[in-house]
């Protein structure tokens, strides 16, 4: 690995929206990687000791798989965050895979590392509690959305989220991967792309779909997309383009007010 350049430094846009005297906290322990599409990032139950921030065009997916072979996405994190303890404090078993979705640029340190400048900086640590919360509410979406959604409100739900991160209407997704992040068969999943391409929406070509409608397909899609983006707007002070997520702006904090407990917002989830 390369230590981290400051160019590189700003295609995550959680660390371009740092002051400099939190990116000085971080720059050094920062190392400059290429992951390739496929690469596993960390396991399930494996311990987890570094994290990751995609950069540029880079999606990474964590995926929950099964004894039976299939898996199903929970969440889809590009170069608005950070996969890899950062909920947790690091250094504790997996409960999904990341796996490089598609490949590109990333940035990795150690956890300790951030864990040791969150404490040393307020403003860096009420960042990554506030990116945290809009990860649980996007992993705690996707359940429900997978429960009570049909799968051509699912189907368009991914795309949309994959066109935030990548902010381009050609997204280089194959039947077979978008039929895996789904958990569907590929057969089924062939037939809603066709339907969706008929109705004006998406054009599908080969290792490629191509979003026709943004405005169609949110109408179309169901309530889940709009309300992880509301919540990412309004929590981390996300800014959104035409195209999808063009730059964190995190609001000021509160003085004297009490950083909420990630862990805590899932143990409340589980009840």
Not at 43 to 48: D, M, S
Not at 63 to 79: K, P, V
Not at 107 to 114: E, F, I, K, N, S
Not at 126 to 141: E, K, N, P, T
Request: net charge neutral; hydrophobic share 40%; aromatic share 4%.
């Amino acid at each position: 690995m390369q230590p981290a350049s400051i160019a590189l430094f700003e295609g995550n846009l959680l660390l371009k929206a740092l002051r400099e005297t939190d990116r000085a906290l971080l720059l050094p322990h920062l190392d400059a990687s290429i992951c390739r599409k496929g690469d596993t990032l960390f396991e399930a139950g494996a311990e987890v000791t570094r994290i990751t921030f995609p950069c540029d065009h880079t999606v990474i997916t964590l995926l929950i798989a099964m004894m039976d072979g299939g898996s199903a996405e929970t969440a889809t994190i590009g170069r608005e965050g950070a996969v890899g303890g950062v909920v947790s404090n690091g250094r504790v078993p997996a409960s999904t895979h990341a796996v490089a979705q598609i490949g590109g640029p990333i940035l990795r340190m150690d956890a300790v590392r951030l864990q040791e400048a969150k404490r040393r900086s307020p403003a860096l640590r009420d960042l990554f509690v506030r990116y945290s919360d809009c990860l649980l509410a996007q992993v705690l979406q996707s359940v429900a959305c997978n429960a009570l959604h049909p799968i051509e409100q699912r189907c368009l739900r991914w795309l949309l989220t994959l066109q935030d991160r990548l902010g381009t209407d050609v997204l280089p997704v194959t039947h077979e991967l978008l039929a895996a992040m789904l958990g569907v068969q590929r057969t089924y999943l062939t037939r809603i792309l066709r339907l969706l391409q008929e109705q004006g929406q998406i054009k599908v070509g080969r290792g490629r779909i191509t979003i026709l409608d943004r405005a169609e397909m949110e109408s179309a899609a169901c309530e889940c997309h709009g309300r992880i983006r509301e919540h990412f707007e309004t929590v981390l002070g996300a800014v959104y383009g035409t195209d999808g997520l063009v730059a964190v702006d995190p609001p000021d904090p509160i003085e004297g007010a009490v950083e909420p407990d990630p862990l805590h917002t899932v143990r409340k989830a589980r009840r």
